[in-house]
């Protein structure tokens, strides 16, 4: 790592090395919240993520602590991925940047319910969708 981001304690710089690419916030998104834990799974988003920056970003969010590659106990060749805690923090962070797409995209494909739970009930969404994704990887 350059020196120069060694002895930058911006928490916005931190946040976007970690975070700050348009493919780790999808990535995380499907993991998240689509139920998504294969490779192959990840590859069939809508956006078209090529699968040399999938890897990448795979690597790179394993390296940061926001994932877990795991092999699958009932075929040891095949791999899965799993959120952390870390990731999970995250989860208030896509719904804002969700809401903020919707004021400012009028193209923006977020689910009118979720964006309802949002405004009215955030801590409640926020603890649900955690524990559903926590659900999901046992």
């Known amino acids: ?12 710089d931190y946040a976007l090395e970690v975070f700050g690419d348009r493919w780790t916030l999808l990535v995380l998104r499907d993991l998240m919240l689509s139920g998504k834990r294969y490779y192959r799974e ?16 795979l ?13 699958n106990p009932e075929d040891k060749r095949q791999v899965f991925y799993e959120v952390t805690e870390k990731a999970l923090d995250l989860i208030p962070v896509l719904l ?5 797409s919707v004021i400012y995209d009028n193209d923006s494909a977020a689910p009118p319910e ?12 926020i603890a649900e969708l955690k524990e559903t994704a926590r659900t999901r990887q046992d």
Do not use: F, H, Y
């Not at 990840?42 to 970003?57: C, D, H, K, P, W």
């Open 114 to 125: 979720l964006m309802q739970r949002l405004n009215q009930e955030p801590e409640l969404l």
């Open 96 to 100: 804002e940047i969700s809401r903020w």
């Open 59 to 71: 690597r790179k969010m394993e390296t940061d602590g926001l994932i877990v590659r795991k092999q």
């Open 1 to 12: 790592m350059p020196k120069s981001k060694l002895n930058n304690k911006c928490p916005i």
């Open 42 to 57: 990840l590859m069939t988003s809508r956006e078209g993520i090529a699968t040399n920056i999938l890897a990448s970003r």
